[in-house]
DNA sequence: AGTATATTTCGGTTATTAGCTAACAAGGGA
DNA sequence: TCCCTTGTTAGCTAATAACCGAAATATACT
């Protein structure tokens, strides 16, 4: 579970699953799409895979990545399940001192 | 955005999410639930603070710290949006010939 | 002012991560 | 077999992150 947290800190990994859930792609088409050298995508990959959120098909001398798509889903379910929004967590009984600035982004 | 899976990134963040999950707590509360040190504690809470995951509210000599539901709410969307499980990808044309391997954990 | 408690900041060490180039492996075709 | 294409591994450096003890800050109380 630790891994697919590592996996997702990166925006290029991010980018990655985003880019292969519009469709399968080889190494060499995902590496199109970024500025970065094949090694150092070869490694996002490596990362993804050992999170086993993705996964590699040989085809010819390609490597076809797909989505691992239960593993996705399973993971976003354990991390809504871990926070489980919207239950059981009574309501602020205060006015916290400090309202929490929500400058992000 | 990018703070946010940044700071999910670390067990124990995790873990003070999940502690605040059930009550507000103060840092030195949530530090009895670990062994490390409180300036290392300290360094996790202005993280998952920066990311806006949280916020904390002086009382007397202690800070209390709160979840900042709204924003955590927002972020699991966000990551449900990117992905969006179950629509708008057609089905795998054919069986792969590696199947995924799925020995995570 | 002086002391006690709670928490953060400072300074430094060590471990991990991201990135590169160069070298290697695997597959397909002449 | 030889070569070309595609990806990965090896080896390195630079930047970042995690951690600690010591010192600093903030508040409360006497």
Do not use: W
Not at 98 to 105: G, K, L, N, V, Y
Request: charged share 25%; glycine share 6%; hydrophobic share 35%.
């Amino acid at each position: 579970m630790n891994r697919v947290y590592e996996a997702l800190a990166h925006p290029t990994r991010r980018q990655i699953l985003a880019l292969l859930r519009q469709c399968d792609r080889s190494a060499g088409e995902i590496a199109d799409h970024f500025d970065i050298s094949k090694p150092t995508l070869s490694g996002h990959l490596r990362l993804l895979r050992e999170a086993g959120l993705v996964y590699g098909e040989r085809r010819g001398t390609s490597i076809i990545y797909h989505l691992h798509v239960s593993l996705l889903e399973e993971s976003l379910g354990a991390l809504l399940d871990l926070f489980r929004i919207g239950d059981a967590r009574p309501p602020d009984p205060v006015q916290p001192s400090s309202p929490p600035r929500h400058d992000h982004e």
